[in-house]
């Protein structure tokens, strides 16, 4: 399974981005997704998760309202629209698949996790 973030980059805070995860080696459509972040000195942390067939999405409190995660089972692609970004959303975006096809916000459903791309926010 391999999974390759893409649509990182700089950008002023008030900007948007839109994040994609494409996913192969696995059959897409049937797991849960989620996307997490790493500030430089912090833990990795939860953002949001979305279950197999997009029906049900969850988001950490700091980015409800903000940001929406969705998926294209029929391109294996997994999405995180940004809106209205902070100096503080700045971190590195992991997507990851969980073997599970509910919704997780915990670490430890995730079996794989793609390379994360950096994305910083300038006051």
């Known amino acids: 399974v391999q999974l390759q973030a893409s649509g990182g980059g700089l950008v002023q805070a008030g900007g948007s981005l839109r994040l994609s995860c494409a996913v192969s080696?696995?059959?897409?459509?049937?797991?849960?997704m989620g996307w997490f972040r790493q500030a430089p000195g912090k833990e990795r942390e939860f953002v949001a998760t979305i279950n197999w067939n997009g029906g049900s999405t969850y988001y950490a409190d700091s980015v409800t309202g903000r940001f929406t995660i969705s998926r294209d089972n029929a391109k294996n692609t997994l999405y995180l629209r940004m809106d209205s970004l902070r100096p503080e959303d700045t971190a590195v975006y992991y997507c990851a698949v969980a073997n599970t096809k509910v919704v997780a916000t915990e670490q430890g459903p995730y079996r794989y996790w793609g390379q994360g791309t950096q994305v910083t926010v300038s006051s």
């Open positions: 080696g696995r059959t897409f459509g049937s797991y849960a």
